[in-house]
């Protein structure tokens, strides 16, 4: 038992690690989503085509997608503080740069730093959630966790907009910089890595059982054993298909498509997007919850990739999202789309708890995979359709091609969650 102050401590430790990294979390959804609402700004000032729009924004998530696995490796070996700490100088850096760029090549470099700099974020706090919250608990904080990083990614929609009419957007990503900077001091000064660190008793030896054993081996080992675990893969489909397919078009696409296709101005298009991101932040939330209590994860995964996938067919029927229906399909979508939140804990319950953050970090390569191949695809087959109509603005038609293209993506993520291991919400790993 725990006297009342180490008590207080351990909570204190616990919220004060997940608010701030969690505040770099969300400052990554924000640069995830940001070049949607700004689409416009961008072709402008630096005279781009659709695929070189994608390509820019796109960047980030090449990047992020190659440093997943370095990430898991960092945070297992490291330590989360470390890795957050330089993850948030560097993004620093590169939010300075693409705010500051005078060509596509300087904002193709800045949104490259950025994409480095706030890819370990997510990683990093999942492993922070492995070792100051209860396992059993793990599913219900990670969906707390995405509700905070789509915090980022809504105030990316109509608050940048509204935010646009008084200031330019480089002086938006200046000040985005210097707060990325602000949260990596906050980092070093108060997060810790886990309980241990300060004296305080892990999670599990306070349920009364014996703590998680420490891999013994080199790190590569580690890598070696999830890489070579069978059920640690389907998740990584998962991600790819239903994550990429939402971040493409939420991250990008959304607000150029309901701008030609439907004639909306800015601000309409952005309250439609944000209804998308708004219905993912309570899905993520409230689907761990769910499946904690269910003690189930593939039924739940399932089912919202049903009703995913059915939302973009009706997408690709011309169904109007003019009015109320836009409105409804865009946040069912998102709540939807959230369940593929549950592959995270399944990639760490497959594997042994020491490797958690390899476990994690290889599945969540999918997500931004699927995404950086999905965004300038996406603007390739628009483009392609565009001049095979002799036109010179794209409208709904045009943009049919690039639908179709996200809903093969949600459809191979359906599929992939029927090969997932359930794990009743509990350790299997071999």
């Known amino acids: 038992m725990l006297h009342s102050s180490q008590h207080h401590r351990l909570v204190r430790l616990r919220w004060t690690a997940f608010v701030i990294v969690g505040l770099a979390y969300m400052l990554s959804f924000f640069h995830r989503y940001a070049p949607a609402t700004i689409a416009g700004e961008l072709q402008r000032t ?28 960092l945070v297992d070996t490291v330590g989360p503080r470390t890795v957050v700490v330089m993850g948030g100088l560097i993004a620093g850096v590169g939010s300075w740069m693409f705010g500051m760029a005078d060509t596509l090549s300087a904002a193709v470099v800045g949104r490259l730093l950025i994409g480095l700099g706030v890819s370990v974020t997510f990683i990093a706090l999942l492993k922070l959630n492995a070792v100051w919250f209860h396992d059993r608990h793990f599913a ?17 929609a109509a608050p940048l907009t509204w935010v646009l009419a008084f200031m330019s957007w480089r002086i938006v990503f200046v000040g985005v910089g ?38 013994p081996g080199h790190w590569y080992e580690g890598l070696k054993i999830v890489l070579n675990n069978r059920a640690t893969w389907p998740g990584l489909w998962v991600n790819m298909g239903v994550a990429g397919s939402l971040f493409a078009f939420g991250g990008l696409w959304a607000v150029p498509f309901l701008r030609d296709a439907y004639g909306m101005d ?31 994860r593939k039924p739940v995964m399932i089912a919202g990739g049903v009703a995913y996938s059915l939302c973009w067919l009706s997408m690709l029927c011309g169904v109007t999202l003019t ?28 594997n042994a708890h020491a490797l958690s953050g390899m476990a994690t970090s290889v599945v969540n390569i999918g997500a931004f995979l699927g995404t950086a191949i999905l965004q300038p695809a996406v603007g ?23 639908i179709a293209l996200l809903l093969i993506f949600a459809v191979m993520g ?13 350790y299997v790993s071999p």
């Not at 298009?269 to 993520?284: E, H, M, N, V």
């Not at 009015?323 to 497959?350: D, H, N, P, Q, R």
């Not at 390739?380 to 690039?402: K, N």
């Open 380 to 402: 390739w087959a628009v483009d392609s359709a565009l001049q095979a109509a002799h036109q010179t603005t794209p409208g709904l038609a045009e943009y049919q091609s690039g």
């Open 178 to 215: 210097a707060f990325s900077v602000l949260l990596a001091v906050l980092a070093w000064g108060l997060v810790r890595d886990h309980p241990g660190k300060v004296g305080l008793p892990s999670l599990r030896e306070l349920d009364g059982k014996a703590a998680h054993p420490s891999h």
């Open 140 to 156: 219900t904080i990670t969906g707390a966790t995405i509700l905070l990083g789509n915090s980022g990614a809504l105030l990316a």
């Open 46 to 73: 630096f005279q781009a085509t659709g695929v070189e729009l994608g390509g820019l924004a796109a960047t980030y998530f090449y990047v992020y997608m190659v440093m997943q696995i370095p990430t898991g490796i």
């Open 266 to 296: 800015r601000v309409a298009a952005t309250d439609r997007t944000t209804f998308l991101l708004l219905g993912f932040s309570i899905g993520a939330f409230f689907v761990g919850t769910i499946s904690d209590r269910l003690g189930r």
């Open 323 to 350: 009015g109320s229906i836009g409105y409804g399909v865009f946040f069912v979508m998102g709540l939807c789309a959230s369940s593929f939140t549950l592959s995270w804990s399944c990639a760490k319950e497959v």
């Open 414 to 426: 359906l599929v992939a969650t029927l090969f997932i291991r359930e794990t009743c919400c509990r």
